[in-house]
């Protein structure tokens, strides 16, 4: 089971939070941390406290999200487990340029496989899972010299295309900063479609939390004609 880091000192189980809800909300952030957003730092952390504290925070949801958050640069960093939203504190999501190259399909590859693992151990004991991963980069990566991780991160969302059960409950986003075309060159190798998935640095609190989907439709939105939104 995905380990889990309680900012407050009350014990935290996912259990107690699943008898309290009837959904439970897995919220995956993925920032870029490297040298090449040194310019857009400021912008990134301001999008990531409208958004990830003043919007999740104050959300009629609030008490079902869950928040994992990862860095990278050359390394990968789980800053904690999945944790309930109202107990991390402001600086959980703020990024400082660091290192001196940018794995950023590593990162995605590796906030994909932890958020599909621990949405599965939660639906296997019965409770009932939505998720996002959400990255904030500038697109470039100087870390997959062969390849491997873009092509093991379109692997993973090609199966999340294909998984029916998830379709209406599994979103991917991506808030684009610097050059549009790093940005959208990225979404494509790693399968996504741009058009559907990204959002830009104007966008605003409130539309990319309605982007997320999952966040802020009904327990009972679920459609059988749904299509996929990445």
């Avoid at 407050?8 to 189980?13: E, G, H, K, R, V």
Wanted: charge should be negative; glycine fraction near 6%; hydrophobic fraction near 35%.
């Amino acid at each position: 089971m995905e380990g889990f880091q309680n900012f407050n000192t009350t014990n935290f189980s996912p259990l107690t939070l699943a008898n309290n809800t009837q959904a439970v909300i897995l919220v995956t952030l993925v920032l870029d941390v490297s040298p090449s957003i040194s310019n857009y730092a400021q912008q990134m952390n301001t999008a990531a406290e409208e958004v990830f504290l003043h919007e999740l925070k104050g959300c009629h949801r609030k008490n079902d999200i869950l928040v994992k958050c990862i860095t990278f640069c050359e390394n990968v960093e789980h800053k904690s487990g999945f944790s309930p939203v109202l107990s991390v504190p402001d600086s959980y999501f703020e990024v400082r340029p660091t290192g001196g190259a940018t794995a950023l399909y590593r990162a995605v590859k590796e906030a994909l496989e932890s958020t599909i693992t621990y949405r599965e151990d939660l639906e296997n004991q019965g409770i009932d899972v939505r998720s996002c991963v959400y990255i904030i980069t500038d697109g470039e990566d100087n870390q997959d010299r062969n390849g491997k991780d873009s092509k093991d991160v379109k692997a993973l969302v090609a199966k999340l295309k294909s998984k029916e059960a998830w379709i209406s409950t599994f979103t991917i986003n991506m808030l684009g900063v610097g050059q549009d075309a790093n940005f959208r060159s990225a979404c494509i190798d790693m399968g996504l479609n741009p058009d559907k998935c990204l959002d830009t640095i104007s966008t605003s609190a409130k539309e990319i939390r309605n982007h997320m989907g999952v966040v802020s439709q009904s327990i009972s939105s679920s459609s059988p004609n749904a299509v996929v939104q990445f």
